[in-house]
């Protein structure tokens, strides 16, 4: 999605002050970008330790309700990091991110992924033993994981792709 109400904006954004003093700093960038990708690195870990419990690959002798408790703390500690850091490479080149289809995607893919963490973790909040009251509910948590997995994967490409496109 490219509208002119949205290039307007990028052309406006990258003449603000905020965006001139990024653009003529040597050091925000990478700084945000280490930052951005720690973030990313503990985001990832986390979901993937959630997931992995989920399908009954590893943590079982924990119930899914810690491992829960103990990862999705994690996940969202790094998203306003992640937010932040975001917002800052934003601001500096507003049209490079913004309208750019991978990054659009890779928004619609991540506000997808933290519904579903978040629905899951509210369950198991509620009932510890929701996730496994049922073959039914077994088999919705190993789907649940599986397609986390696939945006999680699908979130970090589309971030990368962000340069190329
Ligand atoms: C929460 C909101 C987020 C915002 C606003 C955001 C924004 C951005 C921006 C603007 C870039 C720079 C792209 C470029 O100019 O090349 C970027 C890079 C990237 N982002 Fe995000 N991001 C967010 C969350 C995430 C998440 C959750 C992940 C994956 C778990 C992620 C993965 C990446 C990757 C892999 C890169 C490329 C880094 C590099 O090559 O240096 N981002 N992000």
Redesign the pocket.
């Known amino acids: 999605m490219r509208t002119s109400l949205l290039l307007n904006f990028c052309s406006y954004l990258e003449n603000t002050p905020i965006s001139l003093s990024i653009q003529g700093s040597s050091w925000v960038i990478p700084a945000v ?1 280490t930052s ?2 720690l ?2 690195a503990a ?2 870990i986390a979901s993937l330790m959630i997931d992995l419990r989920l399908l009954r690959i590893s943590g079982i002798e924990s119930s899914i309700t810690i491992v829960m408790s103990r990862y999705a703390s994690i996940i969202w500690i ?3 990091v ?2 932040v ?3 800052v ?2 601001i500096a ?1 507003p049209a ?2 913004l309208a ?1 289809p991978a ?1 659009q995607l ?2 619609i893919m ?1 506000m997808a992924v933290l519904s579903i963490t978040f629905w899951m973790q509210r369950m198991s909040h509620h009932n510890s033993f929701f996730w496994n009251a049922s073959p039914s509910k077994r088999r919705l948590a190993s789907i649940l994981a599986l397609c986390s997995i696939v945006l ?1 994967v699908g ?6 792709w ?2 190329y496109t």
């Open positions: 970008q951005h990708l973030a990313i985001v990832i790094a998203i306003p992640l937010a850091t975001g917002a490479m934003i080149e490079r991110s750019n990054f890779k928004m991540l999680w979130i970090v490409s589309c971030g990368r962000i340069a």
